[in-house]
């Protein structure tokens, strides 16, 4: 999809601008505000950080191209695993687009029992199932929600599914933001097809059309404010070519209204920055991530894994032990760079790679997660692990690895540094409570919760509104204000919670 975007790079000067509304990240909270906010006649600026990648470069790009361009850190990012939990890479996208863009595309609504646990524990006013509905239903218009149809299922999902439903297992098809999608597998490097709904796709042009500008390779490094109110941002231009010796150019925008939606690893640097006042001190705190697992299982036939959705089936007869298993598959090229051993050795591994399966499960957690200002531009990170959640890893191992050799797997590849095949026998056997925290692979796309929403400026950092309390007219939409783990991919409720929140603001009951 082409609209507009400017990059700040090839502008060649510093920029200064007056506005309505200021939007901070173009990922799936900023383009949805910036969007109905244009919409509704605002006149709207976004910053975003990353590059614009158009359609025609995302399809001659190599995933490793992707990594470097779209991902932040080349898809590195570590949040340091403390009290014997295991380290966990956290992936997100730095680009126009943000995260949206690498999704599987996979969309749930937030579970009833979510919501019941927002509206009765932490007392939020309006947020039931049917309040939210509205804004559900119109997220999933835009962004066309459909149903994986049984066509789309790879052989690998297959097989998982035929081995699950033996142990018992309920499979139902996931839904995803997708039009025409023809089952080529590369979602998480973008759609080169254009079949992912992302909010590039959507959002984003709408705002376009309506007025809105957006800036890329623009960093925010503050929000200005004045007398306990939010008066615009101040900013770097990131020009990558840009010599050492030149100082580099700045933005400032005077705006009504500073909207933060750089995501919840870097919208807490961005208040940390700022004089908000942070009575709760909760800001950069009570991370969630949904740690999340594979598993690998090699079969003697032929499966071509990486043909089909990539996300296509999912399993929630596990929520009641805190665990969603969700089907995924990794491109052959990324897999084979992820393998161990050298030389014969990884040729003869990558050699199976047609033979593999591979399976996901993820933690519904209960937060331990932490980013502080570090030394330099990105955040100190760590994730401090529930033991309730520790001891829900060796059952999520083991119900994975259970199903594969119940649909025929010769062996199995559990989440464990340095752990070879094992078969059957080997993995009934092993104990994987004994497997120590560090030596676990383990890995999050859904930050969320570091800027929780709550209804005391104690206990919460924005009010139900997306207010800040600590600042006035400073909003924050991202998934920082998501106030406890999903146990769900979070995209859909983080757009809906946007949604709700921008026609707030435009209705003025946010106000
Ligand atoms: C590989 C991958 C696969 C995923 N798959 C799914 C899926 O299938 N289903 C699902 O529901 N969820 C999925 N997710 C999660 C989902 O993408 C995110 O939860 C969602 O996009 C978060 O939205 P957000 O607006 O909070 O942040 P983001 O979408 O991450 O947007 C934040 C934006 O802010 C920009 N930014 C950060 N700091 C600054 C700054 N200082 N100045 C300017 N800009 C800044 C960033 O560059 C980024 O573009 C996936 C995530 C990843 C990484
Ligand atoms: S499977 Fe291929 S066509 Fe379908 S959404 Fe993913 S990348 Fe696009």
Redesign the pocket.
Known sequence: MSFDVVSAARVGRSLDLDVDDVV?????????VACLLAESGRNVVV????PQLRASEIESMRPSQHLRKA??DG?MTVAVGLGGGPSIN???????????????????RTPAHVLDDWSHRLGLKGFAAQELEPHFEEVERAINVEEVPASLRSLSTKKFIQGAEKLGLVIEPLR?NTRGCNGCGR??FGCPHGAKLS?DYTYLPRAVAAGARIFSD????EVVIEDGRAQGVS?TIVDRARSPFRRAQTVKVRAKRVVL???????P??LARSAVRDRSRQIGRNMTLHPAFRMFARFDERLDGWRGAL?SAYSRSLEHEGITLVGLFVPPGVLAATMPGFGNEHVRRAADIPHLAVFGGMIHDEGGGAVRRGPGREPIFTYDMSETDKQRIPNLIRKMGDAFFAAGAREVFPPILGQAGLTADAFRAKDFSKVPGLKLECSS????GSARMGVSPDSSVVQSSGETWGARGLYV????VVPTSLG????????AL?TRIARGMISGSAR
């Open positions: 901070v990240g173009s990922g799936a909270a900023g383009a949805v910053l975003e950080e990353g991902w932040r898809g956290v992936t997100m996208g730095r680009a126009v687009g943000g995260s949206s863009m690498l999704t599987g595309g996979v969309c749930f995803r979602c998480n909010v623009v960093l925010v490094n900013a939606a750089a995501g919840a690893t870097h919208t640097l961005i996300q796309q859904h930050p969320l939409v991202d998934g920082s769900v991919n979070p995209q859909l409720t983080i757009m946007a």
